[in-house]
Nanobody, 120 residues
Framework: QVQVVESGGGLVQPGGSLRLSCVAS????????MAWYRQAPGEQLELVAF???????TYANFVKGRFTISRDNAKNTVYLEMNSLTPEDAAVYYC??????????????WGQGTQVTVSS
């Protein structure tokens, strides 16, 4: 009914950049907040950045000044522009959409994740 799909991950050298995209599709009435999380091997899932339906943003301290979250409401898409990447940024990045489906209750919908590897 509702799908959330991330793309844009890959291998990048330290200091490099990547742009992640996440599209929510299907039987959606309205999307509220969207967010990016990440999980490195052996670590807990952590919030990276958040953008409200109105465009207000919040960032984890460890990405402030390096990452930028943005959204295109017309495309049901959220982006994560990542600059000055370090090996510590390597993780699987997940997108979460807080949304109302056409049928059913409001809920959090997650993508399958996209791998970001930072290595020389």
């Amino acid at each position: 009914q509702v799908q959330v799909v991330e793309s844009g991950g890959g291998l990048v050298q330290p200091g490099g950049s990547l742009r992640l995209s996440c599209v929510a599709s299907g039987r959606i009435f309205r999307i509220n907040a969207m967010a990016w999380y990440r999980q490195a091997p052996g670590e807990q899932l952590e919030l990276v950045a958040f953008v409200s339906s109105g465009g207000a943003t919040t960032y984890a301290n460890f990405v402030k000044g390096r990452f930028t979250i943005s959204r295109d409401n017309a495309k049901n898409t959220v982006y994560l522009e990542m600059n000055s990447l370090t090996p510590e940024d390597a993780a699987v990045y997940y997108c979460k959409a807080d949304l109302f489906p056409l049928q059913g209750s409001r809920g959090d919908y997650w993508g399958q994740g996209t791998q970001v590897t930072v290595s020389s």
